[in-house]
């Protein structure tokens, strides 16, 4: 019903702003009608600790910031407790291992009643809800929850969590750099940007080639300093004499380096690289 | 006559023998010491193949660039991104980035896209010419039009093909004229990257091609960056010999400062005009009399 690959699709369709877009849970009954309290914002998924975290919005006092972006639609997975019915609305604390949030249900329909006893103390659940700021209390007034059958669906919220807070952080870190070069689509803002290496030798080091190849022996040693400062280069034999391998190798090696434009030959079999210092 | 000067260029680059090579001492580490045992023409020989050994890394480089931009899928590679060589980059600062040159970069990349082997020459040779010269470098320009629109036979350098690639007529001639002028013997292969690495631009006025269809990337913004490449030339150097071949290359005479450099024009090297104008011009010999006149190094023309 909920899948994390709908999840990220409904994502790369959103290039900011509030995130997901709401998902209408289907009751039992085919005559549900959404509650009246819902509106058209996208719905976030969060841990309780971010609910508390949040800042509040500098230009009103009713709605939260979270990663940059106004909250309002969340949506929550967690334990029930403390739960407390009555004929007109339930309430329960939702305990998802971060934090502790009070919750409250109005029973509206039949359906309303049937998913609030379908839920018993100790379950897990999952909610979607609107939060509630009043005199420093945050409290989430809930839509729909459903007890949670498939307990993957628990580590999967605490991802959807960890990808939103990421995305939303990154889209507010990128806003300023859009003035200086051309927009990024949004799918293309989930890879690393390819930078083409401005020194070719120094990736032989990142990437752990240094001692394996017999080139990379012999670059490291005409980069020493003694070696590159000196104006004839290094003798093949010196070379070979001072890494231990012998001067078929060595040469072989040094037609490599010598194709790749890495070094040169100066005088009669006296070598050096293009490197200077 | 003719073959004194071609003796005397020679013998000019024949490698030392063994018995000449200096036998250095392990201790020996001083740079005056070691400047004085290397003859004139061991010095020529390194910095012959540090060039050629840059030019290679430069392509290298290229290269490498190309190939990301094909993995990564974003299209094609920018073409400021293939210039390469830190010396032009200098000269000719931010020059890629006008608005001039962005709408031919799109243009470029849009021929490119439309697949592999339709736009000449590879990618990663387009501006081969100046990664293979660098700036300061620069003793002598041969201009071009545009390149070959043959498969296989653009190498981004004017005239130029890779070896194993027919010799197209126009380079023929050239080999004609230059053996009848200096001596040299007519090569096997049209390469002339030997010339590039020592210090001869070999420059198309116009650097793409669609294939088979010549000079079909003219007057797209190619002719205002290599006109700004000659300007900078004329005006941040002295004493380069141009060679300019036919009428087109001929045009360009009004960039270069005559005052600073040196102009020689013949007619274009092509089958039609060859007789009329380029042979006998014996433009490589008077390039290397005025090259030693002022002091420096003449070019070795034998391929």
């Known amino acids: 019903m909920y899948s994390s690959a709908s999840q990220f699709d409904g994502n790369a369709a959103f290039s900011g702003g509030g995130f997901m877009p709401s998902q209408t849970t289907q009751g039992p009954d085919s005559s549900f009608v959404p509650s009246k309290n819902r509106d058209a914002q996208s719905l976030l998924p969060l841990t309780v600790k971010q609910i508390y975290d949040a800042s509040q919005s500098s230009d009103d006092k009713i709605n939260l910031i979270i990663d940059g972006v106004d909250v309002t639609n969340v949506t929550l997975v967690g334990r029930v407790s403390n739960k407390a019915g009555r004929i007109t609305d339930v309430t329960f604390v939702l305990d998802d291992g971060t934090g502790r949030i009070e919750c409250n249900k109005w029973l509206h329909e039949a359906v309303d009643t049937n998913e609030a006893e379908a839920i018993l103390e100790g379950m897990y659940a999952r909610l979607h809800g609107q939060l509630k700021h009043f005199q420093g209390k945050r409290t989430l007034n809930v839509f729909s929850f459903r007890p949670v059958t498939d307990f993957n669906e628990i580590a999967s919220h605490f991802t959807d969590c960890i990808y939103v807070h990421l995305y939303n952080s990154k889209l507010r870190t990128s806003v300023p750099n859009q003035q200086h070069s051309s927009p990024i689509p949004p799918t293309i803002g989930y890879q690393a940007q390819v930078v083409p290496p401005t020194n070719q030798f120094s990736d032989q080091h990142v990437n752990g080639q240094k001692g394996v190849t017999v080139e990379a022996m012999v670059l490291d040693f005409l980069h020493h300093p003694a070696n590159s400062s000196r104006n004839e280069g ?16 060595l040469m072989l090696a040094v037609k490599n380096l010598i ?12 070598y050096k690289s293009i490197i200077n210092g | 006559m003719a073959s004194a000067p071609s003796r005397t260029l020679t013998d000019f680059f024949q490698p030392a023998s063994k018995r000449l090579k200096p036998t250095l001492p392990a201790s020996c580490k001083s740079d005056d010491a070691n400047a004085s045992t290397l003859s004139v023409d061991q010095k020529l020989r390194m910095e012959y193949n540090k060039l050629l050994a840059k030019s290679k890394r430069n392509l290298k480089l290229c290269v490498e660039r190309v190939s990301k931009s ?13 210039l390469v060589e830190e010396t032009w980059l200098e000269a000719l600062p931010g020059e890629l980035q006008k608005p001039y040159a962005l709408t031919l970069s799109k243009f470029v990349e849009s021929e490119i896209s439309g697949g592999d082997g339709v736009i000449f020459p590879p990618t990663h040779l387009i501006f081969n010419a100046l990664n293979s010269t660098p700036f300061h470098t620069v003793k002598a320009v041969i201009l071009g039009q545009d390149p070959y629109h043959g498969p296989g036979q653009a190498m981004g350098l004017s005239f130029s093909v890779p070896e194993g690639i027919k010799v197209p007529s126009s380079l023929v001639n050239i080999f004609k004229e230059l053996h009848q002028d200096l001596g040299c013997s007519i090569p096997t292969h049209g390469n ?3 010339w590039a690495v020592q210090g001869v631009l070999l420059l198309n006025a116009v650097l793409t091609v669609r294939k088979h269809q010549a000079n079909s990337h003219a007057k797209k913004g190619w002719e205002q960056f290599t006109d700004v490449v000659i300007k900078t030339i004329s005006q941040k150097k002295e004493g380069v010999v141009f060679l300019l071949w036919g009428n087109s290359a001929r045009e360009k005479s ?3 400062d005559a005052r600073k450099h040196h102009v020689l024009t013949a ?16 433009h490589f010999s008077r390039t290397n009399q005025l090259l030693e006149q002022m002091g420096i190094d003449p070019i070795d023309w034998q391929l």
């Open chain 1, 234 to 249: 290094v003798h093949r034999d010196h070379i070979a004499q001072h890494l231990g391998i012998s001067l078929d190798k």
């Open chain 1, 259 to 270: 194709d790749e434009g890495a070094i040169y030959e100066t005088i009669g079999d006296h």
């Open chain 2, 70 to 82: 094909k993995e990564s899928g974003l299209g094609g590679v920018k073409l400021e991104e293939l």
């Open chain 2, 192 to 194: 002339l990257q030997k």
């Open chain 2, 254 to 256: 009004r960039l270069i």
């Open chain 2, 267 to 282: 007619a274009h090297p092509s089958g039609l005009s060859a007789n009329r104008g380029f042979f006998g011009c014996r």
